[in-house]
């Protein structure tokens, strides 16, 4: 397709147990960011990829949170051990390069039982 | 995490009116996005502005970089039933970190 596709479109799981979650950016977009977004508010910077590397990690929470983009392309986020406040909407954008428009995913809603 | 200030927090309007919303930071940005998110969905990119002063249509929509760096505006004119939703501003800043303001909710009655 020609837009950013995020997978799965729900997931719900148990407090405790590991998710991941995936992101296929726009064919030749360089940058991949991930936020998180709590209801009512804007969405929240995470992570951002420039190519296979973590350009920027700052806004991940904690240690439980990690993500790869290990060919430059798909990403994935992983959360260990979740609990009840990452229930969350998380949100994958990707653009050209990191000083171009952002183009967004329909995201992922996690919700932590 | 770091927001912009966004302004007013929500709006209800008649069919057919203008609308105006505003965003502002104490610190400045290289580029401003005006988005627009619907229920269940991702933002969707309205408009991009990329130097302070730039004023930029499309369609019944227009923003503004502000000469600062650290403002910008939207304008929506002849609102219709379909602009309803939520509108955030977001800036790039000289970390090429995107980051968002707090929401304008807009509600359009017939």
Not at chain 1, 78 to 106: H, M, N, W
Not at chain 2, 28 to 35: D, E, G, K, V
Not at chain 2, 67 to 90: E, H, M, Q, W
Request: aromatic share 10%.
């Amino acid at each position: 397709g020609a837009g950013v596709s995020q997978t799965p479109s729900n997931k719900v799981t148990e407090k405790g147990k590991y998710v991941e979650l995936r992101c296929d950016p726009i064919s030749g977009h360089t940058a991949l960011y991930w936020y998180r977004q709590s209801l009512g508010q804007g969405p929240e910077f995470l992570i951002y990829f420039q190519g296979t590397g973590a350009a920027d990690d700052s806004g991940l929470p904690n240690d439980r949170f990690f993500a790869v983009r290990p060919e430059g392309s798909v990403s994935t986020l992983k959360i260990q051990r979740t609990e009840r406040g990452d229930s969350a909407v998380y949100l994958c954008a990707s653009s050209r390069d990191p000083r171009d428009s952002k183009f967004f995913g329909p995201g992922t809603r996690l919700t932590v039982l | 995490g770091q927001q912009l200030n966004q302004s007013p927090q929500s709006m209800f309007i008649q069919e057919g009116e203008d609308v105006s919303m505003n965003c502002t930071s104490s610190s400045i940005f290289n580029t401003w996005l005006w988005y627009k998110q619907d229920p269940g969905e991702g933002p969707v990119l309205l408009i991009a502005l990329y130097k302070a002063g730039e004023l930029t249509s499309n369609g019944r929509l227009t923003a503004q970089f502000g000469i600062t760096r650290k403002d910008s505006f939207l304008n929506i004119s002849a609102s219709i039933p379909s602009d309803v939703g939520i509108y955030f501003c977001a800036g790039i800043n000289n970390t090429d970190k995107l980051i968002f303001g707090t929401g304008t909710r807009l509600q359009v009655f017939p």
